[in-house]
């Protein structure tokens, strides 16, 4: 009993290290690469999220990401910072598939452009989730804060409220 106690901690603990990326660089061993998650940039990106996969057009995100970071922007303050980077948070693992699950959840209600929408006022508060892949270019997904809330790849554009709220969990509000 003692000796299948000791392998079960053993093999806990083995697992764990494995699994485990260092705290300042995490990554994912590849044969032949390690993935890292993407860094934000320093500020806001100006334009539209780029279609640079095929698969956007059938979801905000394509399946199998390996990592996703949040990057917060800052809205419009006293202080005219507006569009700087205040914090981030690279998403792995369960909490990764849900911001994913979420993004491509059929409940979301799909914004058809061009139309004209009345939104409240903007302060131009944003999270952009870059999120990498094994392989091809990685996605890029803004989610507006203020306004109308609409969470976009530049291709598929959704209403992005819940989006916005469960990514305050990792990056604050």
């Not at 917060?72 to 006293?78: D, E, H, K």
């Not at 203020?146 to 990056?171: D, H, P």
């Amino acid at each position: 009993m003692r000796f299948a106690a000791s392998v079960g901690c053993l093999l806990l603990s083995l697992v764990s290290c494995s699994c485990a990326g260092s705290a300042t660089s995490p990554g994912i061993a590849m044969p032949g690469a390690v993935i890292r998650p993407a860094s934000c940039p320093p500020a806001a990106p100006r334009s539209a999220p780029s279609p640079a996969r095929s698969e956007l057009s059938a979801n905000v995100v394509p399946p199998t990401p390996v990592f996703g970071t949040v990057c917060r922007y800052a809205g419009l303050t006293p202080t005219g910072q507006s569009g700087t980077l205040i914090r981030s948070h690279v998403l792995s693992h369960h909490a990764l598939a849900t911001v994913v699950a979420l993004l491509n959840s059929p409940k979301n209600a799909l914004i058809a452009h061009p139309e004209t929408y009345r939104c409240p006022s903007d302060d131009g508060a944003a999270d952009v989730v870059i999120f990498d892949y094994e392989a091809g270019p990685p996605v890029r997904v803004a989610v507006d804060l203020g306004g109308c809330r609409f969470a976009s790849n530049g291709v598929r554009t959704i209403g992005g409220f819940y989006v916005g709220q469960l990514l305050r969990t990792w990056v604050g509000g």
